[in-house]
């Protein structure tokens, strides 16, 4: 085991700080076997587990703060804390926008109460759009530390491979961009009227 985690850390450099504004840090770091760079944000936000749960499960109103999201829809709910959705992601001229199917697992640990939510890319549920291109791998985790009933510590974490012929430096350029952008708009968000009741079975605030 210890073989094995060695060589893990030896695959990945230390975290590098992109972005620290309004609250918010942005990091980067580079993959040994992976092309574009992984990604994770830090911040704290106003507002209980289940708001945030409320949020991140209100599929159809996502494009309102996840950065370029044109429009999202549900797919299928296995349970109302495992979900499939599919997204469509404005990208910049001359590039074709992005479509990705997503399943979202949100969990709690009963001890910690710490929530964790995780997205993956899934591949076969809905069919390739021709005019679109579809992204090739994402995978996203959300570990969620609640604070007090009111206030959560949030470390947030993407890998995503967009698909296509776009060049990799040019991700990686301009990557911390979207989830700052983001987190700016979810902390508004997660204060809206329609979240401040939020009440899960599997989320204890």
Excluded at 74 to 89: C, G, M, P, Q, R
Aim: charged share 25%; hydrophobic share 40%.
């Amino acid at each position: 085991m210890c073989i094995l985690i060695a060589l893990q850390v030896k695959g990945q450099e230390a975290w590098s700080l992109k972005k620290n504004e309004y609250g918010i840090k942005v990091y980067t770091r580079k993959l040994e076997q992976f092309r574009f760079v992984e990604l994770k944000v830090e911040c704290e936000l106003e507002g209980s587990l289940s708001q945030l749960v409320a949020v991140l499960l209100d599929v159809k109103n996502h494009y309102r703060w996840v950065y370029k999201t044109i429009q999202s829809s549900l797919i299928k709910a296995a349970d109302t804390s495992d979900v499939f959705f599919y997204n469509e992601i404005e990208s910049p001229w001359p590039l074709s926008n992005r479509d990705i199917v997503v399943h979202m697992k949100v969990r709690q640990d009963n001890n910690s109460k710490v929530m964790t939510a995780e997205g993956r890319n899934v591949d076969g549920l809905l069919p390739v759009n021709n005019k679109m291109v579809r992204v090739k791998y994402s995978r996203v985790l959300w570990t969620v530390i609640p604070l007090n009933n009111k206030r959560c510590k949030i470390d947030y974490r993407i890998q995503i491979d967009p698909g296509g012929s776009v060049p990799a430096w040019l991700v990686n350029m301009g990557i911390s961009k979207g989830p700052f952008e983001s987190f700016l708009k979810l902390k508004q968000e997660i204060g809206l009227p329609q979240y401040a009741n939020a009440k899960f079975s599997f989320i204890v605030d």
